[in-house]
């Protein structure tokens, strides 16, 4: 999901703060040997059949998977986004990393391993758009607020929930494990309009 304004609002509360997303003393996640720099995967554009299979579960949680989590963030980062799933690196897993601040404060990053909505209350209509759907913006209806549980980078479960861009944010990001995109919840007129202006792309050399 890509970055948007630094005035829009974000909000947090977790239940049983995951250790080795904070990172604070006696946190218990794999540890990312040091090395050199991060990896930073070029994002899979729409069109990509993985984009829209739903990905599998994760039952290993090793140093591989810290280390595919750090190179998430980087390549979210470089790619100047808030949120980034895993099928959008090319890899079916379901992980994905959000940090609503894009770098800025390094408490506000979150991975998210296995996640699924468990509570969602209110909506909210507003422009998103999609780092595998590059130039395009539409606007979707999400929830105000919703409560996620997942696992952390070392299996343990915890339910952390958010509000706004947040809420927003892990929608679309699990949508993406999910094998949907943001612009299937457009009208059907502008998702076809932006599949048609894509597919003239494509053949332009231009996606």
């Not at 977790?14 to 604070?24: G, K």
């Not at 759907?133 to 070392?154: D, E």
């Not at 958010?162 to 809420?167: K, M, R, T, Y």
Request: contains cysteine.
């Amino acid at each position: 999901m890509p970055n948007k304004s630094p005035n829009s609002k974000s909000t947090t509360t977790v239940s049983e703060p995951p250790a080795d997303q904070q990172t604070p003393p006696g946190a218990t996640a794999p540890e990312v040997p040091p090395g050199p720099p991060r990896k930073i995967y070029n994002i899979v554009k729409y069109g990509e059949p993985i984009l829209e299979k739903p990905s599998k579960t994760i039952t290993n949680f090793d140093v591989e998977l810290a280390d595919l989590a750090e190179d998430m963030f980087a390549s979210m980062y470089a790619a100047q986004g808030v949120g980034l799933a895993a099928p959008q690196i090319g890899k079916g897993l379901r992980i994905a990393v959000v940090d609503v601040t894009a770098g800025k404060n390094p408490e506000a990053k979150i991975v998210l391993i296995n996640p699924e909505i468990i509570h969602a209350e209110g909506e909210k209509r507003e422009e998103e758009g999609c780092l595998s759907i590059p130039g395009f913006r539409g606007y979707v209806v999400r929830p105000l607020f919703v409560t996620v549980r997942a696992q952390t980078l070392s299996g343990e479960p915890f339910e952390i929930r958010g509000e706004d861009l947040l809420a927003r944010a892990f929608c679309h990001e699990i949508d993406h494990l999910n094998g949907v995109l943001f612009i299937q919840h457009l009208s059907m007129l502008k998702r076809d309009l932006i599949r048609r202006k894509i597919k003239k792309m494509r053949k332009q050399g231009e996606w």
